[in-house]
């Protein structure tokens, strides 16, 4: 018996051995070609976008004195020097909607997204005549599209001119009057939106940024305001940001939800399997005692393997198909070795009830308590404890020294 234990220990260690090794490999081939593999996403579909307001500035030439000596003489020079005076920024109307698209690379989901941005802004000319206005928008991102790019300045369409940073248009305001900047563009982006009322402390006079988006699992970076109200929507929510005078050093902001990432969870799921299988071992080997079922060390050892195989088919399925379906196929194997194995060895009502059940659990329920963020140790737990009961229950009235006696000498060869 003591033999057998060994035996089993032995098994269990190796086995071990190979899951950490596979479990290695999975983390090593998802992060290895994570930063090539997210720069090629990022060169085709974008990179994360922070959006600030349009600024609304005029120039203004001063003619400035100074004097040189030249040849001993005192020379007075008159030097045009030219300033740009900013408009106030009266109110801010914004809209913003978001359309998720994740796409897949290796082994890791990137949250891409489609984002129509469409804000109008109030700028005051509170000089007492008419001003050349500079109206300066500043792109989110360097590399990123901007599709249907519009610039008007009280419903008039102004000629722009773009550079790295963005794009300005001028248009005439008379003394004393408003204008209104309306921009819109269709972009896309990637991980995460933000829009920047300021460099450092920002006043916000007026506002008013209203985000619809087409997912549910919202999340807000650190540092970024949270909205004011919200409201579901159908498939989303949208949600408000309302402030008539805001002092604030803090940015608006989403981050995109991520998708079930398939190598990582692999990963975890291959490095805690050796916890799946030592539940297995210990019940075989509790029912096998109680039932004087002779299961050789042998015999547990390609049980072993069936459980490994799950986890090496898994690891190379989830590249090429979904998470869930390599799952279901990853455990209909499994189970199908296990059961099948074991039919021919002690026969097909404990292979099927016994074992078939417990690998179920122990294997494919557990697998899949990864799948529950936040609540996987809670669920492992739960699952233990109540293997602990059952067992418990079901033994508390053997008496193991002659239990274990009586299989000794039933192993034990007969003299000839």
């Known amino acids: 018996m003591l033999r057998q234990i060994l035996a089993l220990a032995f098994i269990f260690v190796c086995t071990t051995i190979a899951w950490v090794v596979l479990g290695a490999t999975i983390f090593s081939r998802t992060y290895g070609a994570n930063q090539q593999l997210q720069g090629h996403v990022a060169s085709t579909w974008g990179t994360a976008q922070e ?3 349009p600024t609304a500035t005029y120039t203004v030439t001063e003619t400035s004195n100074s004097t040189t000596v030249e040849n001993g003489k005192l020379v007075v020079h008159n030097d045009k020097v030219q300033h740009q005076i900013p408009l106030p920024l009266e109110a801010s109307r914004i809209r ?10 290796g082994l890791l989901w990137y949250s891409t997204y489609a984002v129509e941005f469409t804000g109008d802004y109030t700028f005051r000319n509170n000089t007492t005549q008419a001003q050349t206005v500079a109206f300066r928008l500043k792109f989110p991102a360097q590399k990123a599209l901007y599709d249907n790019l519009q610039v008007k300045v009280n419903d008039q369409l102004v000629a722009l001119v773009t550079d790295e940073q963005g794009t300005v ?3 005439e305001v008379p003394a004393g009057a408003a204008a209104v900047l309306h921009v819109a563009y269709g972009s896309q982006g990637l991980d995460s939106w933000r829009y920047q009322l300021a460099d450092g402390i920002a006043q916000a006079r007026n506002f008013s940024l209203v985000m619809q988006t087409n997912f549910r699992d919202i999340d807000f970076a650190d540092d970024t305001l949270s ?22 050093g803090f940015q608006i ?10 190598g990582p ?31 050789h060390p042998m015999n547990y050892f390609f049980l072993a393997t069936a459980f490994f195989a799950f986890h090496l088919l898994l690891a190379y399925l989830v590249d090429h198909i979904s998470i869930h379906a390599a799952m279901v196929i990853a455990s209909v194997v499994s189970v199908t070795l296990v059961v099948s194995y074991l039919r021919l060895v002690v026969g097909l009502r404990f292979a099927a009830l016994e074992a078939g059940t417990a690998q179920l659990i122990y294997l494919v329920l557990f697998s899949y308590a990864f799948f529950w963020k936040g609540f996987t140790g809670l669920s492992i737990t ?3 404890i109540i293997t602990l009961f059952v ?14 006696a009586a299989r000794s000498a039933a192993l034990r060869p007969s003299p000839r």
């Open 51 to 53: 959006q600030s307001p």
């Open 96 to 105: 913003v909607n978001f359309h998720l698209d994740p796409r897949q690379k």
């Open 169 to 171: 248009g001028h248009s």
């Open 227 to 248: 909205p004011t109200s919200r409201m579901l929507v159908p498939g989303g929510w949208q949600l408000t940001w309302q402030y008539s005078n805001l002092v604030s």
């Open 253 to 262: 902001g989403m981050t995109m939800p991520e998708k079930l990432q398939p």
């Open 265 to 295: 969870l692999a990963g975890e799921i291959s490095y805690a399997a050796p916890v799946s299988l030592f539940f297995f071992f210990f019940l075989m080997f509790i029912i096998t005692t109680t039932r004087n079922i002779d299961l």
């Open 382 to 384: 739960v699952i233990a």
């Open 391 to 404: 067992v418990m229950q079901a033994t508390g009235r053997i008496r193991w020294s002659e239990r274990f």
